[in-house]
């Protein structure tokens, strides 16, 4: 505890009475200073006890004596010492007037104890409580590092928040809440998400505090600013004193360790899957389980898909080591670009780790250059019907921009991707080339995100639908438009109904309402006008897809 007017009371070597203001004494004393001035105002800082002779000050004129009490409230003095038998015998009736009005302690001071000796037990007090606060730090840091070493981050979250008699919490790269300590406090911490979303998108050591109806939470970013970061939250009922501090910082710096330390264990993780990777894509499943070990082990062990994804758009952003060593003159790192890939891999592999599943991320240069350079893309394992899977396909499908009502444009910004049908190791090399076409599908038809099996179960047409193959239908169809806008015959019609017959007379003229001599007729004159034979297979299916594309809609 800090000195209070109390402590000074109970102090047996000063002797000090109280005159004036009692129901206050327990308020803290930070020090204790000497002055004769009629305003000293100029000179305190708030939280003194001023010790006074009244050497310059009437201190028997009551109006004289209001004002300057007042005064001294108002700059945050806590108490008032009054040496008594110096100038005045006792403490003058005015000044105990405009004390007790203004609910200010005075203390009478004897003339045997100098002013110097309540300074040096204020002092000395305070020292004990610094004292006191430094070694509990020590303390706290020593019992968070065992825990840390212990139990890992739940340990430490558990043990700052007994410390700091409040709440404690952890999260991801994403924003999630990893962990948190007393259990309660999960809910309470997922409704920061947006604040600490915000911390992450600040400079490269960030910190805030927000005020809440229930508590005080400060918020800390935790990382070295090479990529992403995570954060920590701490939850009080007021604020943080010095031992509690020293286990925040603490924590802090624990927690940091294990997180560079999980960043490097993850690098080593991904080289590790990238071998997996390129094991099953040369197909040698044999090999590829031997190596994934425990690591991987299980995802092999169930139906798995792969996915492959890129950039919506073909420029190429910044890496994100690059973009995380930029920083302008003053040194303060400055937001980097987002990588669309990146925040895909973290989404997905937070959504795995909540969920206790194994998922392998693989990322990658794609073979096609653009005029940027070349494409990365992201190669994904993930199990079947997932967790994982599930926040690929969310991530990747949107949200929708704009005021997010149905048939809203897609966000641009989120990578296009492609997934294979289920499948095991030894259909990796096929799984794989699933979700490659699959991703092309979804490129074509815009979209963010498209599944091997729904492009299986569609139609061609559908794919079919881009400028390019709208132009060739056009051009292919043209002579035969011209020649019906003469009146001359419906050429058009007749050769979709032929077509769709596959070549018998009967049921197509039967269909058009016309004799078969004259569907022969017109399908003469559709072979001279396009230059082509009807009787080739290539020459059908082009005009049929033709037909097809032009009463697709755009």
């Given at each position: 505890?800090?000195p209070?007017?109390?402590?000074?009371?109970?102090?047996?070597?000063?002797?000090?009475?109280?005159?004036?203001?009692?129901?206050?004494?327990?308020?803290?004393?930070?020090?204790?200073?000497v002055?004769?001035?009629?305003?000293?105002?100029?000179?305190?800082?708030?939280?003194?006890?001023?010790?006074?002779?009244?050497?310059?000050?009437?201190?028997?004129?009551?109006?004289?004596?209001?004002?300057?009490?007042?005064?001294?409230?108002?700059?945050?003095?806590?108490?008032?010492?009054?040496?008594?038998?110096?100038?005045?015998?006792?403490?003058?009736?005015?000044?105990?007037?405009?004390?007790?009005?203004?609910?200010?302690?005075?203390?009478?001071?004897?003339?045997?104890t100098?002013?110097?000796?309540?300074?040096?037990?204020?002092?000395?007090?305070?020292?004990?409580?610094?004292?006191r606060?430094?070694?509990?730090?020590?303390?706290?840091?020593?019992?968070?590092?065992?825990?840390?070493?212990?139990?890992?981050?739940?340990?430490?979250?558990?043990?700052?928040?007994?410390?700091?008699?409040?709440?404690?919490?952890?999260?991801?790269?994403?924003?999630?809440?990893?962990?948190?300590?007393?259990?309660?406090?999960?809910?309470?911490?997922?409704?920061?998400?947006?604040?600490?979303?915000?911390?992450?998108?600040?400079?490269?050591?960030?910190?805030?505090?927000?005020?809440?109806?229930?508590?005080?939470?400060?918020?800390?970013?935790?990382?070295?600013?090479r990529?992403?970061?995570?954060?920590?939250?701490v939850?009080?009922?007021?604020?943080?004193?010095?031992?509690?501090?020293?286990?925040?910082?603490?924590?802090?710096?624990?927690?940091?360790?294990?997180?560079?330390?999980?960043?490097?264990?993850?690098?080593?993780?991904?080289?590790?899957?990238?071998?997996?990777?390129?094991?099953?894509?040369?197909?040698?499943?044999?090999?590829?389980?031997?190596?994934?070990?425990?690591?991987?082990?299980?995802?092999?062990?169930?139906?798995?898909?792969?996915v492959?994804?890129?950039?919506?758009?073909?420029?190429?952003?910044?890496?994100?080591?690059?973009?995380?060593?930029?920083?302008?003159?003053?040194?303060?790192?400055?937001?980097?670009?987002?990588?669309?890939?990146?925040?895909?891999?973290?989404?997905?592999?937070?959504?795995?780790?909540?969920?206790?599943?194994?998922?392998?991320?693989?990322?990658?240069?794609?073979?096609?250059?653009?005029?940027?350079?070349?494409?990365?893309?992201?190669?994904?394992?993930?199990?079947?019907?997932?967790?994982?899977?599930?926040?690929?396909?969310?991530?990747?499908?949107?949200?929708?921009?704009?005021?997010?009502?149905?048939?809203?444009?897609r966000?641009?910004?989120?990578?296009?991707?492609?997934?294979?049908?289920?499948?095991?190791?030894?259909?990796?090399?096929?799984?794989?080339?699933?979700?490659?076409?699959?991703?092309?599908?979804?490129?074509?038809l815009?979209?963010?995100?498209?599944?091997?099996?729904?492009?299986?179960?569609?139609?061609?047409?559908?794919?079919l639908?881009?400028?390019?193959?709208?132009?060739?239908?056009?051009?292919?169809?043209?002579?035969?438009?011209?020649?019906?806008?003469?009146?001359?015959?419906?050429?058009?019609?007749?050769?979709?109904?032929w077509?769709?017959?596959?070549?018998?007379?009967?049921?197509?003229?039967?269909?058009?309402?016309?004799?078969?001599?004259?569907?022969?007729?017109?399908?003469?004159?559709?072979?001279?006008?396009?230059?082509r034979?009807?009787?080739?297979?290539?020459?059908?299916?082009?005009l049929?897809?033709?037909?097809?594309?032009a009463?697709?809609?755009?």
């Amino acid at each position: 505890m800090p000195p209070t007017l109390a402590s000074l009371v109970q102090h047996s070597a000063l002797k000090l009475t109280v005159r004036a203001g009692e129901e206050r004494l327990d308020t803290p004393v930070r020090w204790a200073h000497v002055s004769e001035l009629a305003d000293p105002v100029p000179y305190l800082e708030g939280g003194e006890l001023l010790l006074i002779t009244a050497l310059k000050l009437d201190a028997e004129d009551p109006e004289e004596m209001r004002r300057y009490v007042r005064r001294l409230t108002r700059a945050g003095v806590v108490g008032l010492g009054f040496a008594v038998g110096v100038h005045y015998d006792d403490v003058p009736e005015a000044l105990l007037d405009a004390a007790r009005a203004e609910h200010l302690p005075l203390l009478a001071v004897p003339r045997r104890t100098p002013f110097i000796a309540i300074s040096k037990a204020v002092s000395e007090a305070i020292a004990r409580e610094q004292y006191r606060a430094v070694t509990a730090g020590f303390a706290a840091q020593r019992e968070l590092t065992r825990r840390a070493l212990t139990d890992g981050p739940e340990g430490v979250l558990a043990g700052l928040a007994a410390q700091v008699d409040g709440w404690a919490a952890l999260y991801d790269a994403t924003g999630a809440v990893v962990a948190a300590a007393p259990g309660w406090a999960n809910r309470r911490a997922a409704r920061l998400t947006p604040d600490v979303e915000r911390l992450r998108q600040g400079a490269a050591t960030a910190s805030a505090v927000v005020g809440a109806a229930e508590d005080r939470v400060e918020l800390h970013a935790l990382g070295t600013g090479r990529g992403p970061r995570t954060a920590l939250a701490v939850g009080t009922a007021s604020p943080l004193g010095t031992a509690d501090r020293y286990a925040v910082h603490s924590a802090i710096a624990l927690l940091t360790l294990t997180t560079e330390r999980s960043r490097a264990l993850h690098a080593a993780e991904q080289r590790i899957g990238a071998a997996v990777l390129r094991m099953l894509l040369a197909g040698e499943p044999g090999h590829a389980r031997a190596v994934a070990g425990d690591l991987y082990g299980a995802l092999l062990d169930v139906p798995f898909r792969f996915v492959v994804a890129e950039p919506a758009s073909t420029t190429v952003p910044a890496e994100p080591e690059a973009a995380a060593a930029g920083e302008d003159a003053a040194g303060q790192g400055t937001p980097a670009e987002a990588d669309p890939l990146a925040e895909l891999a973290e989404a997905v592999e937070s959504a795995a780790a909540r969920a206790g599943e194994t998922v392998l991320v693989v990322p990658e240069a794609a073979p096609a250059p653009t005029p940027d350079g070349p494409l990365r893309r992201l190669v994904m394992v993930l199990a079947d019907g997932g967790a994982a899977e599930a926040e690929c396909t969310a991530h990747t499908a949107g949200p929708p921009t704009g005021d997010g009502e149905a048939g809203g444009d897609r966000d641009p910004t989120r990578p296009v991707a492609g997934v294979s049908a289920p499948t095991g190791p030894e259909g990796a090399v096929g799984a794989h080339q699933q979700a490659r076409r699959a991703l092309s599908v979804a490129r074509r038809l815009g979209r963010g995100h498209i599944a091997f099996d729904e492009v299986a179960a569609g139609s061609l047409v559908t794919l079919l639908s881009d400028d390019a193959v709208q132009a060739f239908a056009d051009g292919l169809l043209r002579g035969l438009r011209e020649h019906d806008a003469t009146g001359r015959g419906d050429l058009v019609a007749s050769l979709r109904a032929w077509l769709s017959r596959h070549g018998q007379w009967d049921a197509a003229a039967a269909d058009l309402g016309v004799h078969r001599h004259t569907l022969r007729y017109r399908m003469r004159r559709v072979e001279e006008i396009l230059g082509r034979s009807l009787d080739d297979p290539d020459v059908r299916m082009e005009l049929w897809l033709a037909l097809k594309t032009a009463e697709s809609p755009d």
